[in-house]
């Protein structure tokens, strides 16, 4: 299956076109060099107001052959325009060689052509959701018809059942054709016989979906296998045969407890008094769902919550987004620390992710070493539920890999997509986990109980922001905001490009996922400086040698949007970055990416103070939502930037990325004055480096180098906190 990067992924667009008569349309589809001739091959069906009222048809058709070269270029710009005027006719036919009535024609024949496919396309669906509705009806009949009084057995007439019951039998009914039809799709992609299912029926003793906890065991990190995949989510082993009806079973239950907490609201959920959030009622909740996966696990402790959003992106992008784990993992990069797709049941089914259930691992982070991750072996399953509202869930399969050591598990989690007018959809994401979160550091402990480390709030905040970059990459032209050197529109796309690799590298490198090894430099507080050694060999994208990584995590008595606009303003760069030696900093070029004024791309000229140093180009991205802000930036090549500009490859621009994390200390807000304490709105920042010590990749780390890089992290952060909190150590 094609997965475009996020920045090319395409979006088709729904052409608006006037009706063509079935038997034109079979002419059409039986022409298989259709797209290669011109507008002569169908005189007789001009269609809408591209009708020329001069043109005479001709009574003998003449065909003509355009060149590889020429469908290729009207192809392209089909794309970007299916409805040229007269005077992009002339300039495309003068280009191609063509007369502008050859071009008129091939728009209208390739317009047609696109409108018929997608009627088939929807006929298709039609078709399809009638026969769903249908054999619904039947269900329910026979659901009816084969009912029995509770108190004797016999056949019982609809008036001598309650409400409920009828409600139950029918939902059971549907629960277990559900879990057939999975379970069929599953077979035919394993290709193995399927286990029986015992039949769900409520006279008989539940069905328990108690699945003790367990987690799959980590093996040991290796520091120079950062740049490279690590072996350790790999290491669990895919389901077995006997496995896998039970993950099925698992996976239809999962997903109607998410569809009945996403839509519910009191007394299952209760807002807070400024109606910021949502808190789970722990006691409805048992009451609610019953059997659920089993009781909470000692030292475990539940987190809860649930966020609604609209975001600039149509519900069959984000459904695929879901269920691609590379692109899941690309547009949650600051969540998401590494995904692997264990073993894929189903595919789905009429072309889409309908059904499609895959086995998978992960790990959360907060970018921050003083946050341990989050470790996850889950099913995740698609389904749509009407025409327009589609639900992905996950839920954990800790009973497949049990574990005495285990620390978090998910419950029915995920979120529902509702599709909404003009490319837009609504989101309702509901998040709900168990965890052990003793080793999380005090300072960090009211953000994660706050549920803006890990909660709802964060994935909805995190994929708002994502669609928002998405738009702005696949603008056609150059927005009006974007200022500088960027003089192309192809410029500007390779620029975001690299600013995305750039943002992906940092994201993958600040946190504490396993597969780091920091080493504490001194003492144990939370600002000592954490360092770590990696690789890098054989990469364009990084500089070949010994890279050195130095973390650190503080508290800043003053609110994020305060540090976020002190750290990415280019005029008081020179306060905080010893590297920029107090040289004046410009804006050479300005992307803006984002409703708020701080979410942009900027490519910074460090003119040197010293006049036998050279200048220094800095790329740099911000990035600012209600969760948390980011301010990430690294050194380029001037050279290579000049390539970049003038639409160039940006994959072999070698980047080594640094910058910062402004996280807020907890749920509290800033209320004016200084902030006291960790938790009533203050800052939680952590500075992250990334130096290449040495151009050899073989060659040994030595003290010196550690040393400076040390003094250089405690001196920019001592800088900082002299800039934005003087008065914190008075």
């Given amino acids: 299956m094609y997965q475009p990067n996020m920045f090319e992924s395409h979006h088709h667009h729904l052409l608006d076109m006037s009706h063509k008569t079935q038997e034109n349309e079979l002419d059409m589809l039986r022409d298989e060099d259709y797209e290669s001739k011109s507008g002569t091959d169908i005189m007789d069906a001009p269609s809408g107001d591209d009708q020329d009222p001069n043109q005479r048809p001709n009574k003998k058709k003449r065909y003509h052959r355009h060149t590889q070269h020429q469908i290729q270029e009207l192809e392209s710009f089909f794309k970007e325009c299916p409805h040229p005027d007269d005077k992009q006719r002339k300039e495309l036919g003068r280009r191609l060689s063509l007369e502008p009535l050859q071009v008129k024609f091939w728009f209208q024949n390739k317009r047609t052509q696109m ?24 269900r329910y009949k026979e659901a009816l018809t084969n009912a029995t009084c509770p108190n004797c057995g016999g056949p019982a007439a609809i008036g001598e059942m309650s409400f409920d019951e009828q409600h139950l039998r029918i939902e059971n009914a549907r629960l277990r054709e559900e879990i057939d039809r999975i379970s069929g799709i599953a077979a035919k992609y394993v290709g193995k016989p399927l286990l029986t299912y015992p039949n769900l029926s409520p006279n008989g003793p539940p069905r328990s979906l108690d699945l003790p906890i367990g ?95 609209v975001v600039i992106m149509n519900h069959i992008n984000l459904v695929e987004i879901l269920m691609d784990v590379n692109q899941w993992s690309n547009v949650f990069s600051g969540i998401v620390s590494r995904a692997i797709t264990v073993e894929v049941l189903s595919t789905g089914v009429a072309g889409n992710y309908n059904g499609a259930l895959q086995v998978m691992t992960s790990e959360y982070q907060v970018p921050s070493p003083l946050v341990p991750t989050r470790e996850y072996y889950f099913v995740r399953y698609c389904k749509q539920h009407t025409d327009g509202l589609w639900a992905v869930v996950d839920v954990s399969l800790d009973n497949l890999r049990p574990s005495p050591t285990a620390r978090s598990r998910r419950r029915p989690s995920g979120c529902l997509i509702e599709e909404l007018p003009n490319g837009y959809s609504k989101v309702t994401w509901v998040e709900h986990v168990e965890v052990d979160d003793r080793a999380v550091h005090d300072i960090y402990r009211p953000l994660v109980n706050s549920g803006l480390a890990f909660g709802a709030r964060r994935w909805v905040a995190t994929l708002d922001r994502q669609c928002e970059r998405l738009a702005s990459a696949m603008a056609s032209n150059i927005p009006g905001g974007d200022v500088g050197v960027i003089t192309t529109l192809e410029g500007r796309k390779s620029m975001l490009k690299l600013s995305e690799r750039m943002v992906l590298s940092f994201c993958s490198g600040v946190g504490a996922s396993t597969t780091h090894t920091w080493t504490t430099l ?158 009533n709105g203050g800052s939680l920042l952590t500075v992250a480096f990334q130096i290449l010590v040495d151009s050899v990749p073989t060659a040994k780390l030595s003290l010196g180098s550690v040393a400076t890089v040390n003094s250089l992290i405690k001196c920019t952060v001592e800088r900082i906190k002299a800039a934005v909190a003087p008065d914190q150590n008075a």
């Fill in 522 to 679: 001194s003492g144990s507080g939370a600002d000592d400086v954490r360092v770590m050694t990696r690789k890098s060999v054989d990469d364009p994208g990084r500089p070949p040698g010994i890279v050195l990584s130095a973390a650190t995590s503080f508290w800043l008595p003053v609110p994020p949007k305060q540090v976020f606009d002190f750290l990415r303003d280019e005029n008081s760069r020179s306060e905080w970055d010893i590297l920029s030696n107090g040289g004046l900093v410009q804006e050479m070029a300005h992307i803006a990416n984002g409703r708020d004024p701080g979410n942009c791309v900027s490519l910074l000229r460090v003119n040197s103070a010293n006049s036998s140093q050279g200048n220094m180009l800095i790329l740099q991205e911000s990035s600012n939502d209600s969760t948390g802000s980011y301010v990430i930036y690294a050194p380029v090549d001037i050279a290579a930037m000049n390539v970049v500009l003038s639409g160039g490859d940006p994959d072999y621009v070698a980047l080594l990325p640094s910058g910062f994390a402004i996280l807020p200390d907890g749920g509290g807000k800033h209320q004016g004055g200084t902030v006291l304490e960790v938790g």
């Fill in 115 to 138: 409108k018929a496919q997608h009627e088939r396309h929807e006929n298709s669906q039609l078709r399809n959701e009638n026969e769903k509705l249908r054999m619904e009806n039947i």
């Fill in 215 to 309: 987690s799959f065991s980590p093996q040991p990190a290796i520091a120079d296998e950062m740049f490279g995949t690590s072996n350790l989510l790999r290491s669990v082993s895919a389901p077995t045969e006997a496995e896998k009806p039970v993950i099925i079973e698992l996976a239809v239950a999962a997903m109607e407890e998410l569809v009945r907490m996403a839509q519910s609201d009191e007394p299952l959920w209760i807002r807070s008094s400024d109606n910021s959030s949502e808190t789970l009622n722990e006691e409805h909740y048992s009451q609610m769902f019953p059997r659920g996966i089993g009781p909470k696990q000692m030292g475990l402790k539940s987190e809860a919550s649930k966020e609604s959003a």
